[in-house]
């Protein structure tokens, strides 16, 4: 079973604050995804990565960053946190050659 | 625009019953198509997929159908349970050659099942 850790699970953050999600995965998969699930919208892609280093913009990119410093590692970072950004986010991780994703716990981030 | 839709956002069967959850997408080039299921608080765990080159796939209580012509794929649940109640969100994408994965998800359904 694919192992898929986000930390923090809850995060209340200010408005104009810096706000780091990381998501760690321990099943050496190449890609790695962020998704925000809000209620009418399902799950939208933000960033998602295919290894190390990489970065790619998703749907939905504008006032977000990723980055993946090793293969085990994904952060989303908020650079000047918005109400609008209360949501939750999910990561996702996946092999190479297979269309599986899986997916962790969630972190639930209420920008005040 | 949003390029793979469940337009019904909730869904009430009878216990015993069948439920049928429906999804439309609009790329051409999507060859992948999954359900996955999420219960509150939890994440969502894949259910049932099914690639283009077949138009119909079971696995127990679980049918996907797909209609590439009609850009059209449901999941069908027969003999429905109370613990079949969750959200159910239809998903697509490009076939995984080249290591590429992306899943493009719709809004979800909410499906409760009453006893």
């Known amino acids: 079973e694919a192992a898929v850790t986000q930390s923090p699970r809850n995060k209340v953050a200010v408005t104009g604050g810096k706000v780091t999600l990381s998501c760690n995965q321990t099943?050496?998969?190449?890609?790695m995804y962020w998704y925000r699930q809000d209620t009418g919208h399902g799950l939208r892609l933000i960033h998602y990565s295919y290894g190390a280093g990489s970065t790619e913009k998703g749907d939905i990119p504008d006032g977000y960053k990723a980055s993946r410093p090793s293969q085990e590692n994904f952060s989303l970072i908020l650079e000047l946190a918005t109400p609008s950004q209360t949501s939750v986010y999910f990561c996702?991780?996946?092999?190479?050659?297979?269309?599986?994703?899986?997916f962790g716990a969630g972190t639930r981030l209420s920008v005040l | 625009g949003q390029q793979v839709k469940q337009s019904s956002p909730s869904l009430t069967v009878q216990e015993g019953g069948i439920s049928i959850l429906n999804c439309d997408y609009e790329n051409d080039m999507f060859d992948y198509f999954a359900w996955y299921k999420k219960y509150p608080d939890n994440s969502p765990t894949l259910l049932i997929s099914?690639?283009?080159?077949?138009d119909k796939r079971e696995d127990g209580r679980l049918t996907v159908f797909l209609n590439k012509s009609g850009k059209h794929f449901s999941l069908h649940i027969t003999a429905s349970q109370p613990e079949d109640t969750a959200v159910y969100l239809c998903?697509?994408?490009?076939?995984?050659?080249?290591?590429?994965?992306?899943?493009?998800f719709g809004q979800g359904t909410v499906l409760s099942v009453i006893p």
């Open positions: 099943n050496n998969h190449n890609n």
């Open positions: 099914v690639r283009s080159n077949v």
């Open positions: 998903a697509a994408g490009g076939g995984a050659t080249g290591g590429n994965n992306k899943l493009t």
């Open positions: 996702a991780s996946g092999a190479g050659g297979q269309n599986t994703l899986y």
